[in-house]
């Protein structure tokens, strides 16, 4: 039962993970993986509306 | 790939002798050399080999990736082929998972202490670094082990040289900028967000040209770079002296390209060469375009240097601070009388100047010409 883990998986803008289960030759199973998280949503609450454009442009 | 020489490879690229030279002619001004020094900055790209780069995405947005894949000066083709050797970065690399960490793994191991690491994003550093793994290492095991044997690493974006972004309050994941977390590298800052390639580049051919890294501030930033206010290089400075401000979006001002301060612009407090260097193959940038500075190079710009939109407190030299608030909104209502108004406020402000002491204003003009001297 191998499993394949590509991590990190190139040429995306972020930060990702694939795992994938494999048995005979096929995919049983497999996950993904955002493996980066800043919380730019936790930073924006209680500011400016008129300046929240320039913190999600930057996620 | 790193063998071969800089000019060999551009040459073997298309890119002739005459446009090799613009490049050097460009690097030169950006680094603010006399044109003296171009030949200098030719002989030398011509000898060296080029540096192998490992590029890392830490706790990022791929922002500084797009400033640096929109370099026209050259291309971002000439740099990753012909300027540097760059052998591992994640969002335009060929290889994946295992192998794209070998290319990494192997410039760590067989050029020790010869490379050069540019980091883009944050490192952070709470709960044991889980809120950003790449193959299942932190970023901040990832920084020590890349930055921590590089010859010099550039800290690229505010996220890498401060935290930026991903810093500001509450600062959720403990964000913390390169040299914070790893203290024993040799960091130079080129904070802004995104930073603009031709630091980068500039940078880098400093390096080459005089095998050292350039003059820093205090905050590890080049000052070719970073050691100029916004406010002094502002092409739209004479509007503030004036007393022309923009007071509201879409109003005469904003048609006739008046100051930005009134609407919110930090250039009186930042330090970045956008107005020299500019953006998108040097046509534009933020003041120009219309919209206030919000000094994105400085530290925890999101937090201390207040809500976009809101005026800087106190600036001193603005055409009104110097008893021309009516002179100010007298230019702005009689156009024509434009002339005697500004023979006016010379006046005022020599007689301010003759009267009494320096205000803060001139006297950082006064220590910014002694800086150019």
């Known amino acids: ?59 | 790939m790193h063998e071969d020489g800089i000019v060999k490879a551009l040459s073997q690229r298309g890119v002739s002798r005459r446009d090799f030279l613009k490049f050097c002619t460009a690097m030169a001004a950006t680094l603010a050399l006399p044109s003296t020094f171009v030949p200098k900055i030719a002989e030398a790209l011509e000898k060296k080999m080029k540096p192998a780069v490992i590029w890392l995405e830490l706790s990022d947005c791929a922002g500084d990736t797009e400033s640096m894949l929109r370099a026209t000066k050259p291309t971002i083709a000439d740099i990753v082929l012909d300027v540097i050797s760059l052998e591992y970065h994640e969002t335009i690399m060929a290889a994946s998972g295992k192998a794209a960490e070998k290319s990494k793994n192997d410039v760590v191991k067989n050029l020790r202490g010869k490379y050069i690491a540019i980091v883009e994003g944050a490192i952070p550093m709470k709960d044991g670094g889980i809120y950003c793994t790449i193959s299942g290492h932190s970023a901040l095991d990832i920084a020590r082990e890349v930055c921590g044997n590089a010859m010099a690493t550039l800290a690229v974006g505010s996220c890498a040289a401060w935290g930026g972004i991903a810093s500001a309050d509450p600062n959720p994941t403990g964000c913390v900028g390169v040299k914070e977390a790893v203290p024993g590298a040799t960091v130079v800052n080129l904070p802004g967000c995104p930073v603009n390639v031709e630091n980068i580049t500039a940078t880098i051919v400093h390096f080459l040209t005089f095998g050292s890294l350039p003059a820093l501030d205090a905050r590890l930033r080049p000052l070719f770079g970073y050691g100029k206010r916004i406010h002094d290089n502002c092409e739209r400075r004479m509007h503030f002296d004036a007393g022309q401000f923009v007071r509201k979006w879409g109003d005469e001002g904003a048609r006739l390209g008046w100051c930005l301060y009134e609407m919110g612009c930090k250039g009186p407090e930042a330090y970045y060469n956008c107005p020299t260097i500019r953006w998108n193959a040097g046509t534009s940038w933020p003041v120009q375009a219309g919209h206030p500075c919000f000094a994105c190079a400085a530290d925890n710009n999101w937090d201390v240097m207040g809500p976009i939109y809101s005026r800087l407190p106190n600036v001193p030299g603005a055409g009104y601070q110097v008893k021309a608030d009516q002179i100010g909104l007298g230019i702005a209502a009689v156009t024509g009388a434009g002339v005697a108004a500004h023979a006016i406020i010379r006046g005022i402000k020599g007689s301010k100047e003759n009267s009494g002491k320096p205000g803060p204003e001139e006297e950082r003009r006064k220590q910014d010409a002694k800086d150019r001297d």
């Open chain 1, 1 to 59: 039962m191998p499993k394949i883990v590509i991590d990190p998986i190139t040429r995306i803008e972020g930060h990702l993970r694939i795992e994938a289960q494999v048995e005979g030759g096929k995919v049983t199973d497999a996950w993904s993986s955002g493996t980066m998280w800043r919380g730019i949503e936790i930073i924006v609450k209680n500011r400016d509306p008129r300046e929240v454009w320039a913190f999600l442009s930057r996620i």
